[in-house]
């Protein structure tokens, strides 16, 4: 049996916030870091060890990863990926989502929150938001960079580096934790479940709270849990 870990980063200053987020690059909040702590016991109560952890270019996703192997004392290769980012929210980014609410309507901004294949007001090329405009994205091509994602585009993105990069590591047998973010994990597991676009529109995934799949030797699933 292989076993893949998926942690939401703990939770930020914007969640704590009620803003969208996507590829802003805001720190964890100070229940964040705690929701980082105990996951990382917990995992370390429970005699987990990884070979290898992914994590996207995000500080809040780094910063959970690394205070989790901190508090595992787990010294482990780490890899960074724009691909495991956020869905970028286009210009709704750093926008306060009850605000937009009443702009223009409940079920406006939900359909852009959780609509599979709805992609939210996008950018100009010229925004600062725009991650071609961000020095952390300065060696990719500008072109392969969002104005704005549905979480159809995210899906793509993460499963293609899922499968380039990540399941020949957990078909190795070597043991994986993935540190990403609410749509970048909720693309993944619509992948690994099989999840239909529609019922993906109501799956929440917890910050900070491990999230266990149990693979067979072709890595279908056989169950998933919570720590």
């Known amino acids: 049996m292989i076993k893949l870990v998926l942690v939401r980063h703990g939770e930020s200053l914007w969640n704590k916030e009620n803003k969208f987020t996507g590829w802003t690059d805001v720190e964890l909040s100070d229940k964040g870091i705690k929701e980082a702590i105990d996951a990382g016991k917990k995992l370390k109560e429970d005699n987990y060890n990884f070979d290898i952890v992914y994590t996207s270019v995000l500080k809040r996703s780094i910063d959970t990863a690394n205070i989790i192997l901190k508090q595992m004392n787990d010294d482990v290769t780490i890899k960074r990926s724009y691909k495991l980012n956020e869905r970028h929210y286009g210009a709704l980014q750093g926008l306060n989502k009850d605000e937009m609410r009443k702009k223009y309507g409940e079920e406006k901004v939900h359909l852009w929150r959780r609509g599979y294949d ?87 995934i917890p910050t900070g709270k491990p999230l266990i799949y149990e693979l067979d030797d072709e890595l279908n699933v056989i169950k998933h849990y919570y720590l």
Request: aromatic share 6%; charged share 30%; proline share 8%.
């Open 118 to 204: 709805i992609t939210p007001p996008e950018l100009t090329v010229d925004d600062p938001r725009f991650p071609g405009n961000d020095p952390l994205y300065k060696d990719i091509d500008k072109n392969l960079l969002p104005l704005s994602e549905s979480l159809k585009d995210t899906v793509k993105r993460v499963v293609s580096y899922y499968e380039e990069e990540i399941k020949p590591n957990l078909l190795d047998k070597k043991s994986v934790m993935i540190v990403a973010h609410g749509n970048s994990l909720r693309g993944l597991i619509k992948y690994l479940e099989n999840i239909s676009d529609d019922d993906i529109m109501s799956l929440e």
